[in-house]
Every structure is written in structure tokens, then in C-alpha cells.
């Protein structure tokens, strides 16, 4: 392909669509002559260079395209740039396709649909088909089947027939607008008219439905009848499939599972395949899985690529035959190379665990890659968790969140959740918290406990109390009983007084388990008189059995008892001996407590106590609970 050579225009016009319109033609009549082309060519990019907006999306075509000069995707997004500015639809669609798929730019669809929608509303016919799929699938648009219509309506007025498909379809169905049997013929019609084979057949499953004409008089059904009796393997098949499915004819698996074994007699292996899925499930036979798996190895050696999928798994785990890894691996790769996406992950996920063979993390990679790139949301799953962890290859986080995303745009539970921790940003990139946030609502909306967990604890910091307390008992519902301690402590907290008697009994629960920091809060639920619990002598129990494992809260709160001679004999130098201990790990109020008693005792009292604490914290230091947040060992003891 040659480079063009921008040529000055040899005359001049003052009507720049006389100037294009002369362009075109010369393009179109002179494309043989090399020459020619490219000054008809460039002639359109001076226009193009003035602003022209059409000239400009012509340019930017030609780039795409790579007809008249050399390709360059780039350069084309740059044009169809300047044309959208202008308004031009064609330039708009055109570059809404570019940011669709990534062609000359960086693939972003956020950015395709505004374009798109303007597009539509200049009515580009493409531009509201497209709309119009993306509407139906739902996919970066709300999914909306009366807005699919809208948009497969508007292209349809444009002679579309993928479009008048689309209309007749949702018409059918009654999606997006009533079901309407006339209008879905009557677009059906226009669409094979305008050569669409989608059409025409599904034009034939209206007819099996009832559609138009008694099943009765189905010409099809005839010809099933005829070919049927006649013995044709492949017309048993699929009349068998019509009665296993019970859409068009009534269901009957007993009469299908008959016609399959006629078909399989004739070594049909389609038919040995279904026939052999019968007596796996018990489907209008008795249930034989041996025989099944005779049936699938027959289908299998006939290259049935799904059979060979089942034979592999068969042989995998033992069913219905002697388990024989070798043989499973040689049926599953068989199929993987026929493209089975099930095989492709199954060949992934046994060289990964190593647990029928030997650990294979290259292997493992090379078939959860095959599989994910089908869009198989377990091996995208599978794929970003070994490329984070970097497993048989190197660490690549942001390919791992790739494939997660992925995933869990697909629903997968375990993929939100695993995308949320992520640091898969550059140290100069701040936390998106939000993104982490929407990812743990993802899982957590998918029933993944430990998201709803993460999410309940996001939602606490924020404020919604009653959103964390809601995720939490969704988690607890799952017996996730990691969320069993934080909803108890945000409902203590958040002072819901109405919720005492759950509170006590999760925290009685907790406590049995030696749950140290639940031991204490039950404590306090005992000892603070707004909760109507009040049991001072439990409390000096609870609390003892806390402070010396050096909790400080623990010891404050005994301290205070002690003083108070709740529960106990009043004794200035025992509180004074526990607030010591919690001074002694910076806990603000003990500290102020022990300056406060310090000055009511004698000084040889206060002595003695400073000496008992220096000597227990000798002796108890070392045995102090390691994950308790108020114990600081360099901190000496508060004099």
C-alpha cells in the first residue's frame, strides 16, 4: 500500500460538496489508476484539513480501512474526532466503534455509548442496532427490552434486516411491547425478503410452536415422520431432542429415549451421546451408567467432542468405569483441542491442584487461559488468582485484575471479593476505595459470606450502622461466624438498647469460647446500668479473667468496680493496682484514675502498690495476649 501524496486541488470550487461529490466519483470510476485515486484522495483530505466534516469522516475511513493509503487506526480515531465535533452521525458511530473495541485508541465502552445514542438520534442505522443489543443483553446499558425495541424500530424504518429480525423476535415474545403474532410475521417476512437466514429459520419454530398452522400439518413434522419411519439416524436424533425438551412436542422421554436407540444402532453418534446422557439421569430408562459410559466412548471415538468431554470426567473420577487418569487426560485434552470450554477448565483445574496428577502450574495456565478467553467465568476466576499469586508465570497484577473483573462481571462470587484487596496500582496512584467498595457489594450481593463481611465493616466506618448490621447478619445466616463478634460490638456501640438480649447471649457464646475481647464487653453489658443487665459480681468475674491477659480495658473497668466496691469489697490500693496495669499500657482514663486515687492514699500505700505492679508485670508480662492493641511492653510503668 502506498503512502498518499497530499496534492493541491488543480482547480478551485467555492461549494465543498461539488468538491466531494467530484472527489467520490473520481475515487470510485478511477480506482484502477493508482495515480488518480490518490489525487482524488488527498483532494478530500485538503477539504478534510478545511473542516469539512463529511471529508473528515472520509478520511478517517479510509485510514480505518486501509484502502487508498496505508492503515493507520490511530490517525483515523484522530479524524473521526474532528468530524464528531462537528455533529457528523457517521463520524460519531464511527468513533464509537473505535472506543468499542479498541481500535486506534484505548478500549473504553463508557465512552462509546453517549456517541452511539447521538448517533442513533441523527438516525444511523447501525448505531441504533447496536443500541438496541446492548439494551437487550444489558450490557453497559440498564437492560431494557422496550428500549431494545425502540432502537431495532428505528433501524428497521432504515431496511436493516438483522433489525426487522430483532422486531419479529421481541414481537414473539412479548418482550419490550405485547406479543403480536402478525407483526412478528409480517418482520419476519421483511426480514428474509432482505436475505437474513435468521429469519427464515426461526420462522420454523414459530410453525413447530403453533404458529400459523396446526402442528398437525407441520410440512416439518411431516418430514420428521417420514424421515423418521424411513430410518434416517439424524431425523430420529433430532425428533428425540424435540421430545426430551417437550417445547414443540409434548415431552416424552420414554418415546425419545427409543428413537435414540434406533439412531445409535446405526452408529449415529450424536445420537449414542444423548442416548448415553438418558441413562446417566434415568431419562425414560433406567438409570445404567456403565452402559452409559459405553455409549460415550462410542461417541467419543467417533470425534463427538462433548462425548469425549463426558468420557474424560468418567474416567477422571471413576464413574461408571475403573478410574484411569491417563485415559481421562488423553479424552480431555481431545476434547479441549475440539474446544470444549468445560475440558479446557477441567485440564486447567487438575494440573493446578495436583491432586489426581502431578502439579502442573504451566499447564495449568495454558488451559484456564484457553478457557477464559471463551469467557468461562471459573477459569477467568482460576487464571487472575495465579497471575496475582504468581503461579507457573510472574507476578501481574494488573493482568489478575483483568480476568477478575472479567469474572465477576459475570457473577462470579469469588472474583468480587478477590478484586477488592487488590494493590494492583503504582505507588504514585491513590487507593480507589470506591472501586474496592463496589467490588465487596458485588460478592457480598452474591452470597460470598467474607464480602459481606468486608462490606459490613466499610459501611460501620461510614455511618450506616444499620446497612453493616444487616451484611453482618447476612454473613452470620451463612454461619460465617467471624461476623459474629463485630455485629455484637457495633450493636453494644451503637447503644441498641432494644437488641440487649441478643447481645448477651452472642456475647455469653463468645465469652464459653474464650473470646477475650468479647469476655469484656460482656463486662460491660453487666455493669453499665443503661443496659438494664446489671450483675457487678459477673462483672468482677469477667473482668478478672480479661485484665490478666492484659486487656486494659479489662483492668480499668476493675479497677473502677474495686473503688466503687460494686460487687466487691471496696479497696483503694486493689484499684489502685489495676489501674496501674492499664496506665502502664496508655489507657487514658486509667491514667487519670491512678493520678486521682494516688493523691487520696498515703504515701507508703501508693509505694507498696507501685511495687506489687512492677512484680506482677514481671512475672505476667511475657503471657500478656498478643493480639491485645492496648498492650505496649517498652511502656513503663506509670508512677
Known sequence: MRQAVILKPSHCMTNDCIKITFCLLLIVSLCS????????????LVLAEQGNAYAQNYVGRAYRTGDIVIQDSA?????????????????KYNLAMAYWTGDGIEQDQTA???????????????????????SEEGVWLEKSYTAAMTYYRQAANS????????????????????????????????????GNDQAKAYQSTMFFRGWSIPKAQDSRLNWYAEATAAGYADAQ????LLLIKGEVLEQDPALAARWLTRAADQDYALAQYHLAQSYVRGLGVERDIPFAATLMEKAAKQNNIQAQYYLGRMYLDGIGVEPD????????????????????????????????????????LEWFGLAAERQNANAQFRLGVMLQKGEGTQTDKQAAVTWLRLSANQGHKFAAN??????????????????????????????YPEAQLELAKRLAASGDIDGAIAWYRRALEQDYLRAEYPLVKLLFDSKQYQSSVEIKKRLNKLALEEHTEATVLLGRLVSEPEWQQLNYKRAIRLFSAAAVTGDCVAQYKLGQLTQNGNGTNANANEALFWYHLAAAQGNAQAIESTATLSAQLTDSAVKRTEKNVEQWLDKNLTNYGKDNSCIDKEMAVVK
Open 112 to 134: 462509546a455509548i453517549p456517541l452511539l445514542i447521538d448517533s442513533a438520534e441523527a438516525n444511523h442505522s447501525s448505531a441504533s442496532f447496536m443500541l438496541g443489543t446492548i
Open 159 to 194: 431496511d436493516v434486516p438483522e433489525a426487522y429480525f430483532k422486531v419479529a423476535q421481541l414481537h414473539d415474545q412479548g418482550l419490550g411491547t405485547a406479543r403480536h403474532y402478525q407483526n412478528a410475521v409480517n418482520n419476519l417476512n421483511k426480514a428474509i425478503a432482505l
Open 418 to 447: 478477590a478484586l477488592a484487596p487488590i494493590d494492583y496500582r503504582s505507588p504514585n496512584e491513590p487507593d480507589d476505595k470506591q472501586e474496592a467498595f463496589a467490588w465487596y457489594l458485588q460478592g457480598a450481593n452474591n452470597g
Open 33 to 44: 489508476n493508482n495515480a488518480s485515486a490518490d489525487n482524488a484522495f488527498n483532494d478530500m
Open 75 to 91: 490517525n483515523a480515531v484522530e479524524w473521526f474526532k474532528r468530524a464528531a465535533v462537528q455533529g457528523d452521525r457517521n463520524a
Open 325 to 364: 487418569i491417563e485415559t481421562a487426560l488423553n479424552w480431555l485434552i481431545l476434547a479441549a483441542e475440539g474446544k470444549v470450554i468445560k475440558a479446557q477448565y477441567l485440564l486447567g483445574r487438575t494440573y493446578h491442584d495436583g491432586r489426581l496428577v502431578e502439579q502442573d502450574f504451566e499447564k495449568a
Open 237 to 240: 436424533t433430532e425428533l428425540a
